[in-house]
């Protein structure tokens, strides 16, 4: 994988956006599809290639949003397209629970070998990272025979009951309870010293003899692309010692060489007891995994794990050929955070609050006079796909710009992206 890999071609834009194919499907996705699912763009993709798509009207723009984190390698990567191929024409599906198969039990060594921390380990198998969550407690419930989890604030874990109670954003929750119980929320650390709050906690709110685990994300996602501060996951991974909880790194959207890293919790020296991954993991396909500790893994009795379509062969092999480039991916990542970060930070701007974040995984966070700019943020988000740029936001008040892109993006088409992004914040911010 390199930079030539990726196609040359920048953004070309045909007809206005919204195009009226785009126009065409969207009618059509109102009529058909509940409005519950929401919609970033009015723009219908017809294929991609690197890190540019093309719409339904032969509209070209670079991407970066990458399926939101999920693009790492980049659409029509060769890799995983000539593995997903392969195993397609072998076979689809085998049910891992009736019929082993090797890509599932390799992919389960490359992550064992992969995740922080030189213990032995495990790894299970699912489809969604909501799934990946919902597993990994289940499986430190077992472990721990303590039913308790404690989230952050601004944490976002996903949609199912479990994973949507352990989100913080009360906008994804709205008229979906009763939520699951026992679960108690903290809030996301600015110090490594804030870790007091869930010594707090423990008085006010939960005995640490009843939690299971703690399920925090190393850089805030969804959240707004905040990273943990330094020296905060040593004493908090010392006082999950301390009440015998497990930790639980959620690195869903940090995992796969977003942050320059395999994982996020290596820029903290970070070893968690159980780790999530998804997203990136299989270039596209569904797949999702929990890693562990290998005697916490085994807690649960078998039948109790597993999933009709978890582990899926051809999601296992394009997982295989993504893991195979990683170190390219990271490499690539820091290359391109350096290169965003200059450039919003060159711009001097006052409605410029903050860049932050790790390899390319870098949030932009805008405000006025200290107020989240968030109708600015949504202006902006569509100038810039309406001149080419396909970006997603973050954030509790939704004013942070993320960067997601296909790492296989080349210079040229950053540089593309970001001379419209700038060009967008003049427009929005007269
Ligand atoms: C950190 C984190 N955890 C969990 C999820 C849920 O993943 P999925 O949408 O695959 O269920 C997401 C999705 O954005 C995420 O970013």
Redo the contacts with the bound molecule.
């Keep these: 994988m390199s930079q030539t890999a990726t196609p040359a071609r920048g953004i070309q834009l045909q007809t206005a956006v919204p195009g009226p194919r785009s126009q065409a499907l969207m009618a059509r996705r109102q009529a058909a599809v509940p409005r519950g699912v929401g919609s970033a763009t009015p723009i219908a993709m017809a294929r991609g290639e690197g890190a540019m798509v093309e719409d339904v009207d032969g509209n070209w723009y670079v991407d970066l949003a990458g399926g ?2 999920v693009m790492n390698v980049g659409y029509g990567n060769p890799a995983v397209l000539e593995a997903a191929q392969h195993q397609a024409a072998l076979f689809t599906h085998s049910c891992f629970q009736v019929l082993s198969h090797e890509p599932y039990v390799e992919v389960c060594e490359a992550l064992n070998r992969l995740t922080p921390g030189s213990h032995a380990k495990k790894t299970l198998l699912l ?7 919902e597993n990994a407690v289940k499986i430190a419930r077992a472990a721990t025979g303590r039913h308790a989890v404690i989230a952050f604030e601004h ?6 009951l479990l ?1 949507m109670t352990l ?1 913080s954003k009360v906008a994804y929750k709205q008229g979906f309870g009763p939520f699951a119980p026992e679960v108690y929320r903290a809030p996301y650390p600015r110090t490594k010293e804030d870790v007091s709050a869930l010594v707090t906690m423990f008085k006010t709110h939960v005995d640490p003899q009843s939690v299971a685990c703690m399920i925090i ?1 190393p850089v ?3 959240g707004g692309f905040t990273p943990a501060p330094e020296g905060f996951f040593e004493a908090l991974t010392q006082l999950c010692k301390d009440h015998g909880i497990l930790l639980v790194a ?5 995992g796969i060489g977003r942050t320059g890293k395999a994982f996020a919790c290596e820029h903290f020296n970070l070893v968690p007891d159980l780790i ?1 991954s ?2 990136s993991l299989a270039g596209g396909f ?1 797949l ?1 995994a929990v890693t562990g500790r290998a005697e916490i893994m085994d807690a649960a009795a078998p039948g109790g794990l597993g999933s009709t379509f978890g582990g899926n062969a051809v999601a296992c092999a394009a997982a295989l050929a993504t893991l195979g480039q990683l170190d390219e991916l990271n490499a690539r990542a820091d290359e391109i955070g350096r290169k965003v970060r200059a450039r919003f930070n060159a711009l001097n701007s006052p409605v410029v609050q903050e860049v932050r974040g790790l390899g390319a995984m870098i949030g932009v966070v805008f405000a006025r006079d200290g107020v989240p700019a968030t109708a600015e943020m949504a202006a902006l988000h569509k100038y810039a796909y309406e001149h080419g740029v396909i970006t997603v936001t973050a954030g509790t008040h939704a004013n942070v710009l993320r960067t997601l892109m296909p790492l296989v993006i080349t210079d040229a088409q950053l540089d593309q992206a970001l001379d419209v992004l700038v060009a967008g914040i003049n427009a929005v911010f007269k």
């Design positions: 939101i984190g489809n969604s990272g909501a799934e990946a969550v944490g976002f874990h996903g949609r199912t994973g989100t994300e805030l996602g969804e959620d690195e869903i959207q940090t999530t998804a997203k569904p999702a």
